[in-house]
């Protein structure tokens, strides 16, 4: 049932701003937003993706099991971080005529973040490191060999 609703809810508000960017069509170009869609989506299945993927290999046979986690979660954080500070950080936006337009030094506020977020998950990957590993997980039982004739 709270799927349904949910499901309600976000159909209704991604209907709400199709309708916002065919409304105002003339200071949203839906083209444009369109073509920035498909591409948005383009990149992530042809290169965020894969990339993602090999990175997960690489953690599952780097980085011990106990300590995956907290690396997967402080990568994670880090690649929205960066992806969302990359437009004010390029001066995407910034205007010679408006100097309270992106007055920050972004790139520096990244770092700060980035380094709150590897300093917290050191912290976590040092209390794993202290605390006795959790016991093994029983391996699941074999299923039953299928029966001749099917």
């Not at 408006?98 to 209390?127: F, K």
Request: charged letters at 15%.
């Amino acid at each position: 049932m709270a799927r349904r609703i949910l499901t309600a809810l976000g159909l209704g508000m991604v209907a709400f701003g199709i309708a916002g960017l065919l409304r105002n069509a003339e200071a949203t170009e839906p083209l444009n937003a369109a073509l920035f869609l498909v591409g948005g989506l383009a990149l992530h299945d042809g290169l965020v993706a894969p990339a993602v993927m090999v990175l997960g290999l690489v953690l599952a046979r780097l980085v011990p099991r106990r300590f995956r986690p907290t690396v997967q979660g402080a990568l994670i954080v880090s690649a929205a971080l960066t992806l969302v500070a990359i437009p004010p950080w390029t001066g995407r936006g910034r205007l010679a005529n408006n100097p309270s337009l992106l007055p920050q030094d972004y790139g520096q506020g990244l770092l700060v973040a980035l380094a709150v977020v590897w300093a917290v998950a050191a912290l976590l990957l040092v209390r794993a490191a202290v605390r006795p590993p959790a016991p093994a997980v029983p391996e699941p039982e074999p299923l039953p060999e299928p029966r001749p004739g099917w």
